[in-house]
């Protein structure tokens, strides 16, 4: 069952895909018969191509939309001529169109344009201070295909050897030549067996026995751990600028139904309403972690 926020927010993404392009200069760019075509509505034609013909290069887009926009005109003028636009059922549907439009016009106008660089920075903030700690390792591995050669390796190791001379010469690994480094990675990110052992050595050291995997035979030293650093600013501000302006939604949203009564007579409807209305989501959405590096 959807709630009321989450279907809140599927409008809410209606909305965005239904953005028109600004134009500045609304210049005639075709005439059919003594209807003219605009600027503003080959923007707004392209803007509502087929998926697949969105995929085009921008030129091929615009002329598939000018053909779309010109084919609407040539249609619209006779289907006016037939009345059409007269029938009851024009008119609702005229209706709703307005109020859609006219929703999105509001949103616009006070969600949109008045959303702040500083607010998008502060909610970053907010977000990367909930994050929960998260370790990671970054370590190196040598792969070999017997625990006797990685018996052998570790006492090498023990030796004195440097372990990354001992990649680039022993491992199997497509890794060597980088001295079998993996660099930084979370839990979940290799085999269990592998991940245990890495994340179970201290700083600085490797492993004293082979730890086995599908792979093979590793022997694992771990260089550094640290927590997780948070994903950039500049990576996810498109992401936090949607939760700012989604929670700016729903704050319109809630107040305009506090002041409304609103009353649906399909008992069925009103059931999965109300309940929707019973489920509120939360709001916030945690930012993701920053790819391993």
Do not use: C
């Not at 018996?151 to 990649?167: N, R, S, T, V, W």
């Not at 949203?253 to 649906?264: D, G, Q, R, T």
């Amino acid at each position: 069952m959807l709630s009321t926020n989450k279907l809140a927010v599927l409008a809410f993404a209606t909305f965005v895909a239904l953005q028109a392009p600004a134009y500045a200069d609304d210049a005639v760019i075709a005439k059919v018969g003594t209807l003219e075509i605009h600027q503003s509505e080959l923007d707004l034609a392209v803007a509502n191509l087929d998926p697949q013909l969105a995929q085009l290069p921008d030129d091929q887009k615009k002329v598939a939309a000018l053909s779309a926009a010109i084919d609407v005109k040539l249609l619209a003028a006779d289907a006016a001529t037939e009345k059409l636009d007269q029938t009851d059922e024009f008119k609702k549907r005229m209706q709703y169109l307005s109020d859609r439009e006219l929703h999105n016009a509001y949103f616009k106008k006070h969600v949109v344009d008045i959303v702040t660089p500083d607010e998008v920075k502060a909610r970053y903030d907010k977000e990367v201070a909930a994050l929960p700690k998260q370790e990671e390792v970054h370590a190196r591995h040598i792969l070999v295909k017997t625990e006797d050669e990685a018996k052998d390796i570790i006492k090498q190791l023990d030796a004195g050897k440097d372990f990354a001379e001992l990649a680039k010469e022993k491992s199997t690994d497509p890794n060597k030549s980088e001295g079998g480094d993996l660099g930084y990675f979370s839990r979940g990110r290799m085999v269990k067996e592998f991940e245990d052992a890495a994340f179970a050595l201290e700083k600085g050291t490797y492993s004293k026995t082979p730890v086995k995997t599908d792979f093979g035979f590793h022997v694992i030293k771990v260089e550094d751990k640290r927590d997780a650093p948070p994903p950039p600013f500049e990576q996810v501000q498109d992401q936090v600028r949607q939760l700012v302006m989604r929670d700016k939604y729903l704050e319109l949203l809630n107040k305009a139904k506090a002041s409304a009564k609103i009353e649906i007579v399909d008992e069925t409807l009103r059931k999965g309403y109300d309940q929707a209305n019973k489920q509120p989501e939360p709001s916030s959405e945690p930012v993701a972690p920053a790819p391993k590096q």
